[in-house]
């Protein structure tokens, strides 16, 4: 594992993919800032940190051998090691918003931007952003937002958060090829936010309709129960979960 710590940057994301086109990575390349000032979420979303009081990191990992129809592993093995290190740090309600957004009861604590480059019928290699609030305790205008030390009044020690995800993360991605597909979508669908219950949806056109979070699909879309007893499946920004 190489580690690499800048003072600032736009986004780490963004800095790893140009440095993997430039230069030949070590597998398990990590590049953390302490002030991430662009940071960026799925599909073109923001990611707001504060300087020292937040983690957001990226990750190189070489996948070869990983099927492209199989990349949304990278996604359930990430959401789940970062659940898996927060419930060791006692922060309460821990679940995962489809697809990788994560919950303290209702409130988003952290995100996970996953771009993967492929080759051939598949994954190369992965660049995994992840952003995690720790010890911020002002949110102004974002009432969803929230973080490890608001959901427990504890204070944090930002490395050793940063190590304790680290080591699950890996952990869990090295185990993707032997790991059964089945059984880590039986784990990430166990640890979805609002699963089984009544939930109200919103289409990009403002439509809004009842609905039940039943799982995910093969390729990670959401399937949804709706009104009429009908199952339905939604790819990312095809549909908000309003609550």
């Known amino acids: 594992m190489k580690i ?3 003072n600032a940057i736009d986004s780490t994301n963004t800095y790893l993919k140009q ?3 430039e230069t030949e990575l ?4 990590v590049v953390i800032t302490k002030n991430q000032i662009s940071g960026r979420g799925q599909m073109g979303n923001g990611w707001v940190s504060k300087e020292g009081q937040s983690l957001t990191f990226s990750i190189f990992k070489g996948l070869s051998g990983l099927p492209i129809a199989r990349q949304f592993m990278i996604s359930m093995a990430v959401s789940l090691a970062i659940i898996e290190s927060v419930n ?3 922060v309460p309600n821990i679940t ?3 697809p990788n957004d994560i919950l303290s009861a209702k409130y988003k604590i952290g995100g996970i931007l996953i771009e993967n480059v492929l080759e051939g019928n598949f994954v190369k290699y992965s660049i995994i952003g992840i952003g995690l609030n720790v010890n911020e305790t002002d949110f102004q205008n974002l009432p969803q937002a929230s973080s490890l030390k608001l959901e427990t009044g504890a204070n944090f020690e930002m490395e050793e958060v940063f190590q304790k995800i680290l080591k699950c993360v890996f952990e869990k991605l090295k185990k993707l090829s032997k790991k ?3 059984e880590m979508k039986q784990l990430y669908e166990n640890n979805l936010f609002r699963k089984e219950m009544v939930s109200v949806f919103e289409t990009p056109d403002g439509v809004r309709f009842n609905g039940i979070i039943n799982g995910v699909s093969e390729i990670g879309e959401l399937l949804v129960e709706t009104e ?3 199952f339905q499946k939604f790819q990312l ?4 979960l309003i609550f």
């Open 88 to 90: 060791r740090l006692n």
């Open 237 to 240: 920004k095809e549909v908000k």
């Open 19 to 21: 440095l993997a086109k």
């Open 96 to 98: 995962i918003k489809w």
């Open 180 to 182: 059964d597909f089945s």
């Open 26 to 29: 070590a597998d398990e390349t």
């Open 228 to 230: 009429n007893n009908t």
């Open 4 to 6: 690499i710590k800048l």
